[in-house]
């Protein structure tokens, strides 16, 4: 900008422009910046939310556990109660009174309603076995959500500073062969299969503020499925969803770059690109190295 407003040649209006055009441009980076603060501000409220719900499964959880043992005490005891039942039997063949067979028989109706007893426990304990095993289900559901929700966040994060990092001045440049660096894919070209078509355009703006050029197959919905092989051939990595398992195929064989994304939203693609960046693909081949480091 300094180079074009002090140029010799420089008219008043190309002044004007030039100066206008990088005013503009800071508008627009400051309004991206907002849109992922926002971003990410729902994510951290999220996780919160989530880690909240996860602490009320674990309760009901320990509860459930409580009874469940509690239940298996009586069930124990009951059991021991009915075991007595075969030598009451046995006095009751040997005994002719009448009396006695009245007492006896009291208690085995009372050892029977114990029995009764034994059996709707046991039935109890099923049931909240099963339910124990719904709420394990649940809560391995909610952390594999908080962990999605983080990798989210992260990847949000990350591209955030790096972009308001980029927009100020700085006395050191990143060599791009730092891990979590997201100039490791400056210069290369990414093929994403699938994904949502309308967002594809955001697609790209992402991958655009990488330096990555990115080509997209929407997996043979209107596209034909003949494209592939070539596009396939013209990139570096890949990013599709796991059902296509002829890609992975491809990229397992070929030893290309690939990362499996679930869901087609921004933040999910913002997470497979930064994944792509740090060389945590999801099948063998190697990381991306940055242009004109080997």
């Known amino acids: ?4 407003l002090t140029h010799k040649a420089a008219s008043r209006d190309t002044r004007n422009q030039v100066y206008g055009d990088v005013h503009m441009h800071s508008h627009q980076i400051g309004a991206g910046q907002a849109a992922d603060l926002r971003r990410l501000e ?9 880690g909240a719900e996860n602490a009320r499964l674990a309760e009901e959880l320990r509860q459930q556990s409580l009874q469940t043992d509690s239940a298996k005490r009586d069930l124990a005891r009951a059991n021991e109660q009915v075991a007595h039942l075969a030598p009451l039997l046995n006095r009751v063949r040997e005994l002719e009174s009448g009396q006695a067979m009245a007492a006896i028989g009291r208690r085995l109706l009372l050892a029977e309603t114990q029995a009764s007893r034994a059996r709707e426990a046991e039935a109890r304990i099923e049931t909240l076995e099963e339910m124990v095993a719904v709420l394990r289900g649940d809560k391995a559901r909610l952390g594999r959500e908080m962990e999605e929700t983080a990798a989210e966040r992260d990847a949000l994060e990350r591209l955030w500073l790096e972009e308001a990092s980029s927009s100020a001045p700085s006395a050191t440049t990143c060599s791009g062969e730092c891990d979590t660096c997201s100039t490791r894919l400056q210069g290369r070209c990414v093929l994403c299969v ?100 080997g």
């Open 1 to 4: 900008m300094w180079a074009a």
């Open 42 to 50: 729902w994510l951290q409220r999220e996780q919160t939310n989530l």
């Open 194 to 293: 699938g994904g949502r078509t309308p967002l594809l355009p955001h697609y790209r703006q992402l991958a655009e503020r990488l330096g990555v050029r990115l080509i997209h197959h929407d997996g043979g919905k209107e596209e034909a499925l003949s494209r592939l092989p070539d596009l396939l051939n013209a990139s570096d990595a890949v990013i599709c969803p796991p059902a296509y398992w002829q890609l992975k195929k491809h990229c397992k064989q070929t030893g290309k770059p690939c990362v499996l994304f679930k869901g087609a939203s921004i933040s999910g693609f913002t997470v497979a690109l930064a994944q792509l960046a740090s060389g945590r693909v999801s099948l063998s081949g190697e990381t991306i190295e940055a242009p004109g480091h």
